[in-house]
């Protein structure tokens, strides 16, 4: 009798030899895991061309559909920060219909998470380049906004988590970190900075029971041994070009669980079925170990970068058939 999805993805992330690859691939109805979202307010209705989300930051969307873009950003103005309403993560409607969002997830690997974790977030407030100056020239405002940040996501964790306790699997969450080069910031500054931070939730997360699930886009080569350090169990970089295969996969394989998939950028809109076919066999050879640490996800606006349904089709019937773990 095969294992249940959330035992193999449970194997597949703890090294504990996994009976298959774990997929998520809505595309073709395949997926081990179910998500059980918290009410982010304001983030998630691509059919509004604006809308406000629970921190008074307000997104934008063109007729192209897509999660659209932070245009207003409550705290760019520091005189606005007297008189700005903080979220309260104790707020029923939070969680308000929560619990019916478990329905259909018998026997797979359910998780939950908070959009926008940090940098992310400080962003939305103050602006990308407001938060980068801030870091440097206002660093005593920026770490009061931070540990603000910082509370209310650890309020979010403590009352899920007591909610539905022993139910929920893994905590997902995004902050980007990398440019196509290398780190937003300098790595000594985000060693200082941003470490502890996150320690602390990933803290609060593992204590709740649930596995920590970064997504960070770009090169972040120069922090990813700190995040396995302080608790990140899967990193989820849809560029792994970008990173460098063979690079990461020498470091990095057997201590950190990959979720990816081909190249988002370079690969999935430009290359060939073959082309295709030959990375994913070099993902999962340098990537995945002997016992684990790969999950195949797909990417959701797949047509925002040009990529169809054949193209998807070809990659995971190329990752399924060279899964390293299946038993035949």
């Known amino acids: 009798m095969s294992m249940s999805s959330y035992e ?5 992330v703890e090294f504990d030899r996994p009976e298959r690859l774990p997929v998520q691939f809505d595309a073709f109805g395949m997926n081990d895991f179910h998500p059980v979202k918290w009410n982010q307010i304001g983030v998630g209705d691509k059919k509004l061309s604006s809308s ?4 008074g930051c307000v997104w934008m969307r063109s007729e192209m559909s897509n999660m659209g873009q932070v245009k207003g950003h409550p705290l760019a ?3 606005a920060a007297a008189k700005f309403r903080w979220p309260n993560p104790d707020n029923p409607l939070f969680y308000e219909g929560m619990e019916n969002r478990f329905a259909g997830s018998d026997g797979k690997y359910i998780t939950t998470g908070i959009f ?25 405002w920026i770490e009061r906004l931070a540990d603000r940040i910082v509370e209310f996501d650890l309020g979010i964790i403590q009352n899920i988590s007591q909610r539905f306790a022993g139910q929920i699997h893994g905590f997902t969450f995004t902050d980007d970190w990398g440019t196509q080069q290398a780190l937003t910031i300098n790595p000594r500054l985000w060693e200082e900075f941003f470490r502890p931070r996150y320690q602390r939730l990933f803290e609060s997360i593992h204590k709740a029971g649930w596995h920590v699930w970064m997504h960070s886009c770009g090169k972040i080569n120069a922090i990813l041994n700190s995040l396995i350090e302080i608790g990140v169990d899967i990193i ?3 560029q792994p070009r970008t990173l460098g295969i063979e690079e990461i996969g020498r470091e990095f394989r057997g201590r950190i ?6 190249d988002i950028q370079r690969t999935l809109p430009f290359k060939n079925e073959e082309e295709i076919r030959q990375e994913a066999e070099l993902l999962l ?3 995945a170990a002997p016992d684990g640490g790969f999950i195949l996800i797909d990417y959701g606006d797949g047509n925002a970068i040009g990529v169809g349904l054949e193209k998807k089709r070809s990659m995971l019937d190329a990752f399924l058939k060279a899964d390293p773990w299946i038993r035949r």
Do not use: I
Request: aromatic letters at 10%; hydrophobic letters at 40%.
């Open 8 to 12: 193999n993805v449970r194997r597949a």
């Open 52 to 55: 406000v989300d629970e921190w």
């Open 77 to 79: 103005d520091r005189g």
């Open 116 to 140: 926008m974790l940090l940098f992310e977030r400080m962003q939305a407030l103050l602006g990308y380049e407001n938060t980068l100056e801030g870091l440097v020239l206002e660093r005593e």
């Open 236 to 238: 989820e970089p849809q």
């Open 257 to 262: 669980c990959f979720a990816s998939l081909c």
């Open 285 to 287: 050879k340098h990537w």
